[in-house]
């Protein structure tokens, strides 16, 4: 996995790219909270180009989204693909997160 | 179709789950196994129970390994993977997707293995899963 | 520095070769060894003694296989391919780099695995090989 | 591996992308042979997109260009890398083939 992080407006946007698994989570929760101390409150974490997630990926994002929210902020997420969206349906994470279609739909009701 | 057979002992360390995976999954391609069902279920199921054997089953001890044996033709994937710990009761775990436990951080992974592969089993101590994939039926031609 | 061990059985199947080394090759990556010896030396060289393994040693039966021994740390990597063969004797093959010798289709195997590879070692039997690759001296600080 | 085969001018061009190996140079050697039956007779193959190759690799180059000149024709290689050319050196096989630096000096001079 690598990932990157641009801010758009007041948003701090997020690519997964690869895997967001058990042997590389911590990386993407230590950029985020880090973002979060530094004052930022809108999140966008984007998986156009993600492979797959497994349920260590998935429990950083519920920790992430409690820790945002606790702040006054949102995480929100766009662009699943099939699989993944599955994955949130399996769990019902579905019912958890704000998930967008795409990148523009996100940002603009933010 | 002779199943061909992989036996893969890895140390454990996190970092060697991905490639691991990755390794049987172009196993499993080349065999011709449906290409769909290696991309989430396949690959998922065998990452949570790697995971869970270097977490649980060796506690993130540096001296254990994981044994994977894995199985496979185009119809179907046997993948059992074995770690040196004392095992636990699959049995009583929370459902995660019960409203009350849907905001917990953990407690997905043996949930995820049941929903996305077809046939799972522990042995008896519970420190070795046993995960079946079967490929979907073809289309009568 | 501990190194961190793996074993892999393969099947007789020649296609697995290039997966197998990829993963050996990504966890030694991951343990600091040097980038440019793994493109091709490593590669190269592990690539040679599983094809020899897998065409002369197991004669390309399918009941067979091929285990490989590996450890890494940064600065050294180890591995061993084992055969269930009759092995040879290693002593007596022809130099392919001779001029009456270039023009051979075959004969470069052991020969690149000798060149490529820091330490090269087989059984008494014949039937494995060990192969040590040693990083680059670091330069002093 | 796959390979692209190209026609330019008179010359079959072959691009290896990906590793020459024991596990796929038998896909190489038959659609090179395929080329030669057809008639053709020049043969560039750029390994420009080339990782590694292994002495099956190796191999297969020197059995086609015996065959190739069997027909009178012409093997040439170009672009390899250091460390390809360093296969090459080990092996003395650069005293066997034509190497060229680039596909554009190959061509020209072919
Ligand atoms: N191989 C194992 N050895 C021992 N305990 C295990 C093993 N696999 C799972 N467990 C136990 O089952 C629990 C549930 O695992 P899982 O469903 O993967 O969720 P999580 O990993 O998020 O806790 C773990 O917390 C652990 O106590
Ligand atoms: N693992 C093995 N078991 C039995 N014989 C082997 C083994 N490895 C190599 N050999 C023998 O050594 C010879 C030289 O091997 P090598 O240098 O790799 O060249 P090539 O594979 O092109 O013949 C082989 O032809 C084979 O007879």
Do not use: W
């Amino acid at each position: 996995m690598s990932f990157d992080v641009k801010k758009q407006d007041d948003v701090t946007v997020i690519d997964v790219e690869g895997q967001l698994i058990v042997g590389n989570r911590q990386e993407l929760k230590q950029k985020v909270l880090e973002e979060l101390e530094g004052g930022a409150r809108k999140f966008l974490i984007d998986f156009a180009d993600t492979g797959y997630i497994d349920s260590s990926g998935l429990g950083v994002l519920v920790s992430l989204s409690k820790k945002i929210r606790e702040q006054g902020g949102e995480l929100r997420l766009a662009n699943l693909n099939d699989d993944l969206r599955t994955l949130f349906e399996l769990t019902k994470l579905d019912t958890l997160f704000h998930i967008a279609n795409s990148r523009d739909e996100a940002l603009t009701s933010f | 179709m002779k199943p061909v057979d992989f036996v893969l002992e890895l140390p454990n360390d996190l970092r060697a789950i991905e490639q691991a995976v990755e390794f049987l999954a172009s196993r499993a391609r080349e065999a011709g196994f449906d290409e769909g069902l290696l991309r989430l279920n396949f690959r998922v199921g065998v990452t949570e129970a790697l995971a869970n054997a270097m977490l649980y089953g060796n506690r993130g001890d540096e001296n254990k390994n994981v044994r994977v044996d894995a199985s496979v033709t185009a119809d179907r994937i046997c993948v059992r993977v074995r770690d040196e710990g004392r095992g636990f009761d699959p049995e009583h775990l929370d459902d995660p997707t019960l409203p009350a436990h849907r905001a917990r951080v953990g407690g997905r992974g043996i949930f995820l293995i049941n929903k996305l592969m077809d046939q799972v089993e522990f042995n008896e101590a519970g420190n070795a899963i046993t995960m079946v994939l079967n490929a979907p039926p073809r289309e009568a031609p």
